[in-house]
DNA sequence: GTAGGGTTAG
């Protein structure tokens, strides 16, 4: 009777699903009873299996006794089981065991199971836990909104709120900072401020987690200003809302406003810990204060957070991005290297400054360490095959990807586009772009961009339309490449109608437009139209725009605007060698040899040298750099045999050697040098005698194709019946057949 | 049962 009566108090819902009545049950209980209660879970089939295996830790007699003796506590007997758990079987067994003795409604063990659930990442397992129980009321709400939204999936985060409240579920104080922290992760900030209207309505305006949920969202959505005025009407100001508001201002490129509030937060006697300092960090390191990123490393050791994983990571990213790579490889070197995020850090911080092939090599070390690269991993390894421009590693990267998992990951994609761009080949980017299941602004924008570059703005324009018949709106970016491409194509006509049409498209035209527009109007000749439309600009013109300006007026020896141009250019950019070689140029090509000794003086005074320049030719998958009149290459005699060869070719054919860049060429003190052995040249001389006849030769120089170079190039394309794609410091030249892609105009 | 942090495409 005992029994019965303990039993029946677990009983209840069974009674419901069952068809039995109670007495018929205990007639049909066999050896194991227990089984029977699994039946009636229509969704949980598989849990016949968990219960006909050996539960977890359940002793069977203990619970039997435990239910005679009334001692049995199932809160806290779940609760603890449930922490314990590490694996989907264990909550398979709970899960199981739930059912069996009737606590598949008990809302506190079920939250506790959706929590524990989402943080193993089985969020669908939570989910369909959720389903099954009848009228859910807030707690299992938050439990799941917060699962999703600590794993990022804030979509299904915010329609799980929307869902509680068709459901006339009142959110509370717990729910806001997951929904919150879900609008800001989607950037959703008009979302987001509906979300704060709901916070009015239920009036947990004052709540301190709610308060920084939404310093948070408004301050990570750029909003800092509507952030600020929150954060200053918080009676009760802790950590978390300091946090924030730094954060905020550090991803929103504003390091120095992130320091500024750091500063009053070290005036209001709020103790840092360790959290703060990673944005603190992130802050010094985008405004590439090294030197305070060191104070902070020193506190940091001071105040014993020195074994925080995630400071360390921040800190050797701190390294990574103010250019001590080696430093930040030795933090590197210090941690066990099981981190993911770690790694990224290193090999982003490789690929962008200046040790892309460190960077490769580091991916390819991670492989075999058989460390599970994830897509940013990925991304930052290919960003550094575009960087060292290889385009057989380029080829490796895409055969990587596509046999690997972010094969349809859009980001990935879009750099691979990118890469292949960059590496020589728009033909093996475009692939990329049309086995593209998912395309968004940015992998359109990354298509167009790479067509600008290699000078194809037909197949730009014509992208440009099939993006927007696709549905895409383009962005700022999209017009930068479109803008570009007719640049580098002289498509004068086209280029100003696309300008004057950036507004329909509700996008403000930036630096980089105008700097376009002035390029395109210079290039072409019109060089007073160029100087009325920056006079008449709405924004204050910019380095870029009065370099567009001087280099137009070099090409149509304009030195009066150029002097203008190059004026302005040495009070906004002094120390920038490039002006000055421009302005060099502009008076060397109009003769006027005073102007440029008088450039040459105004660099040594400065402390300036000019660049020095240099090729490098891939071949065989190996990349070799040639400067000036380099000897060093083992088969350096055969490469000038080479070259003397090419140049009687060149001579046979009729070829004159423009004069102009000779006498500049002379005067910038490359005095024992001469045309023929400029990089360019001596990278093309070793590619022909290394490659068989036919292949394409692909060099990247350091600096802007020389007039003559060019003119070169091009013919000797013709004799030696070779392609030859070069990629100068600002785009590509395909040359072919005695022509350039570039139409002579670059 | 809650909130803030590290890597990141054009």
Same mark, same amino acid.
């Given at each position: 009777?005992?029994?019965?009566?303990?039993?029946?108090?677990?009983?209840?819902?069974?009674?419901?699903?069952?068809?039995?009545?109670?007495?018929?049950?205990?007639?049909?209980?066999?050896?194991?009873?227990?089984?029977?209660?699994?039946?009636?879970?229509?969704?949980?089939?598989?849990?016949?299996?968990?219960?006909?295996?050996?539960?977890?830790?359940?002793?069977?007699?203990?619970?039997?006794?435990?239910?005679?003796?009334?001692?049995?506590?199932?809160?806290?007997?779940?609760?603890?089981?449930?922490?314990?758990?590490?694996?989907? /079987?264990?909550?398979?067994?709970?899960?199981?065991?739930?059912?069996?003795?009737?606590?598949?409604?008990?809302?506190?063990?079920? /939250?506790?199971?959706?929590?524990?659930?989402?943080?193993?990442?089985?969020?669908?397992?939570?989910?369909?836990?959720?389903?099954?129980?009848?009228?859910?009321?807030?707690?299992?709400?938050?439990?799941?909104?917060?699962?999703?939204?600590?794993?990022?999936?804030?979509?299904?985060?915010?329609?799980?709120?929307?869902?509680?409240?068709?459901?006339?579920?009142?959110?509370?104080?717990?729910?806001?900072?997951?929904?919150?922290?879900?609008?800001?992760?989607?950037?959703?900030?008009?979302?987001?401020?509906?979300?704060?209207?709901?916070?009015?309505?239920?009036?947990?305006?004052?709540?301190?987690?709610?308060?920084?949920?939404?310093?948070?969202?408004?301050?990570?959505?750029?909003?800092?200003?509507?952030?600020?005025?929150?954060?200053?009407?918080?009676?009760?100001?802790?950590?978390?809302?300091?946090?924030?508001?730094?954060?905020?201002?550090?991803?929103?490129?504003?390091?120095?406003?992130?320091?500024?509030?750091?500063?009053?937060?070290?005036?209001?006697?709020?103790?840092?810990?360790?959290?703060?300092?990673?944005?603190?960090?992130?802050?010094?390191?985008?405004?590439?204060?090294?030197?305070?990123?060191?104070?902070?490393?020193?506190?940091?050791?001071?105040?014993?957070?020195?074994?925080?994983?995630?400071?360390?990571?921040?800190?050797?990213?701190?390294?990574?991005?103010?250019?001590?790579?080696?430093?930040?490889?030795?933090?590197?070197?210090?941690?066990?290297?099981?981190?993911?995020?770690?790694?990224?850090?290193?090999?982003?911080?490789?690929?962008?400054?200046?040790?892309?092939?460190?960077?490769?090599?580091?991916?390819?070390?991670?492989? /075999?360490?058989?460390?599970?690269?994830?897509?940013?991993?990925?991304?930052?390894?290919?960003?550094?095959?575009?960087?060292?421009?290889?385009?057989?590693?380029?080829?490796?990267?895409?055969?990587?990807?596509?046999?690997?998992?972010?094969?349809?990951?859009?980001?990935?994609?879009?750099?691979?586009?990118?890469?292949?761009?960059?590496?020589?080949?728009?033909?093996?980017?475009?692939?990329?772009?049309?086995?593209?299941?998912?395309?968004?602004?940015?992998?359109?924008?990354?298509?167009?961009?790479?067509?600008?570059?290699?000078?194809?703005?037909?197949?730009?324009?014509?992208?440009?339309?099939?993006?927007?018949?696709?549905?895409?709106?383009?962005?700022?970016?999209?017009?930068?490449?479109?803008?570009?491409?007719?640049?580098?194509?002289?498509?004068?006509?086209?280029?100003?109608?696309?300008?004057?049409?950036?507004?329909?498209?509700?996008?403000?035209?930036?630096?980089?437009?105008?700097?376009?527009?002035?390029?395109?109007?210079?290039?072409?000749?019109?060089?007073?139209?160029?100087?009325?439309?920056?006079?008449?600009?709405?924004?204050?013109?910019?380095?870029?725009?009065?370099?567009?300006?001087?280099?137009?007026?070099?090409?149509?020896?304009?030195? /009066?605007?150029?002097?203008?141009?190059?004026?302005?250019?040495?009070?906004?950019?002094?120390?920038?060698?490039?002006?000055?070689?421009?302005?060099?140029?502009?008076?060397?090509?109009?003769?006027?040899?005073?102007?440029?000794?008088?450039? !040459?003086?105004?660099?040594?005074?400065?402390?300036?040298?000019?660049?020095?320049?240099?090729?490098?030719?891939?071949?065989?998958?190996?990349?070799?750099?040639?400067?000036?009149?380099?000897?060093?290459?083992? !088969?350096?005699?055969?490469?000038?045999?080479?070259?003397?060869?090419?140049?009687?070719?060149?001579?046979?054919?009729?070829?004159?050697?423009?004069?102009?860049?000779?006498?500049?060429?002379?005067?910038?003190?490359?005095?024992?040098?001469?045309?023929?052995?400029?990089?360019?040249?001596?990278?093309?001389?070793?590619?022909?005698?290394?490659?068989?006849?036919?292949?394409?030769?692909?060099?990247?120089?350091?600096?802007?194709?020389?007039?003559?170079?060019?003119?070169?190039?091009?013919?000797?394309?013709?004799?030696?019946?070779?392609?030859?794609?070069?990629?100068?410091?600002?785009?590509?030249?395909?040359?072919?057949?005695?022509?350039?892609?570039?139409?002579?105009?670059?």
């Amino acid at each position: 009777m005992a029994l019965n009566q303990s039993l029946f108090r677990l009983l209840p819902p069974l009674s419901f699903l069952f068809p039995y009545s109670i007495p018929s049950i205990f007639q049909r209980l066999g050896p194991n009873p227990l089984k029977l209660f699994i039946f009636p879970a229509p969704k949980f089939k598989f849990l016949t299996y968990y219960y006909s295996s050996l539960p977890l830790t359940l002793d069977r007699n203990l619970y039997n006794n435990n239910i005679l003796h009334n001692v049995f506590e199932p809160e806290s007997h779940y609760t603890s089981l449930l922490e314990k758990s590490t694996h989907k /079987t264990h909550l398979n067994q709970v899960h199981a065991q739930l059912y069996a003795f009737g606590l598949q409604n008990n809302g506190f063990i079920i /939250t506790k199971f959706i929590h524990v659930s989402c943080s193993l990442g089985e969020i669908n397992y939570a989910h369909k836990v959720f389903d099954e129980f009848p009228n859910p009321y807030v707690f299992l709400w938050n439990a799941l909104i917060r699962g999703y939204s600590s794993h990022n999936m804030f979509i299904e985060a915010i329609e799980m709120y929307n869902k509680m409240q068709e459901v006339y579920v009142s959110p509370d104080c717990f729910t806001f900072p997951h929904v919150l922290k879900a609008c800001s992760g989607l950037s959703a900030v008009e979302f987001g401020k509906a979300v704060h209207a709901q916070v009015f309505r239920h009036g947990l305006e004052s709540d301190v987690f709610v308060q920084n949920g939404l310093v948070s969202l408004y301050a990570r959505c750029g909003k800092i200003e509507m952030a600020r005025i929150i954060f200053h009407q918080l009676d009760e100001r802790n950590i978390v809302s300091w946090t924030s508001m730094i954060s905020g201002c550090a991803q929103n490129a504003l390091p120095s406003e992130a320091l500024r509030v750091f500063g009053e937060m070290r005036q209001s006697n709020v103790k840092p810990d360790w959290i703060v300092l990673v944005s603190v960090l992130r802050a010094y390191s985008d405004a590439g204060d090294l030197e305070q990123g060191k104070c902070v490393h020193s506190s940091v050791i001071k105040m014993g957070f020195e074994f925080e994983l995630d400071l360390r990571i921040a800190l050797t990213a701190m390294y990574a991005k103010c250019g001590q790579v080696m430093v930040a490889k030795i933090l590197f070197n210090e941690m066990d290297g099981q981190d993911v995020i770690l790694w990224n850090v290193m090999i982003s911080g490789f690929a962008k400054n200046g040790h892309a092939g460190k960077a490769v090599e580091l991916f390819k070390n991670m492989m /075999t360490r058989n460390i599970r690269p994830d897509s940013v991993t990925v991304q930052s390894a290919i960003l550094a095959c575009a960087h060292v421009g290889s385009l057989e590693q380029a080829r490796w990267m895409d055969d990587y990807v596509y046999h690997s998992e972010f094969r349809d990951d859009i980001c990935v994609n879009t750099a691979l586009i990118d890469m292949f761009a960059k590496c020589g080949s728009v033909e093996l980017a475009r692939k990329v772009f049309d086995r593209a299941i998912d395309r968004d602004v940015v992998l359109w924008s990354a298509i167009i961009v790479g067509y600008g570059l290699h000078g194809q703005a037909r197949e730009a324009i014509d992208l440009f339309y099939a993006m927007k018949s696709a549905g895409v709106q383009p962005n700022d970016v999209t017009f930068i490449g479109l803008l570009t491409a007719c640049n580098h194509s002289g498509l004068v006509k086209e280029g100003w109608e696309l300008f004057h049409s950036i507004r329909d498209y509700d996008i403000e035209p930036r630096h980089q437009h105008y700097a376009c527009l002035v390029d395109l109007l210079g290039r072409s000749g019109h060089l007073e139209k160029a100087y009325d439309f920056i006079q008449k600009m709405p924004i204050e013109p910019s380095v870029s725009i009065w370099g567009a300006l001087l280099s137009a007026c070099k090409i149509f020896r304009h030195v /009066t605007l150029g002097e203008y141009a190059a004026e302005r250019l040495f009070s906004l950019d002094p120390m920038n060698t490039g002006h000055y070689v421009q302005l060099s140029n502009l008076y060397a090509s109009a003769r006027m040899w005073g102007g440029v000794a008088k450039v !040459r003086v105004l660099m040594k005074e400065k402390g300036l040298t000019k660049d020095l320049g240099y090729s490098m030719i891939e071949v065989n998958g190996k990349l070799l750099a040639f400067r000036m009149g380099d000897k060093s290459h083992p !088969r350096s005699e055969e490469i000038y045999q080479e070259l003397e060869m090419l140049d009687r070719k060149l001579l046979e054919a009729g070829f004159v050697p423009d004069a102009e860049s000779a006498l500049h060429d002379l005067d910038m003190e490359d005095k024992e040098v001469s045309l023929c052995n400029h990089s360019e040249r001596l990278a093309i001389a070793y590619g022909l005698i290394s490659t068989p006849a036919g292949t394409t030769l692909r060099i990247t120089k350091n600096l802007r194709a020389c007039v003559n170079c060019h003119s070169a190039t091009k013919l000797i394309s013709k004799l030696v019946n070779r392609e030859i794609v070069v990629r100068d410091a600002n785009r590509f030249h395909h040359f072919k057949d005695g022509f350039c892609s570039c139409g002579d105009f670059w």
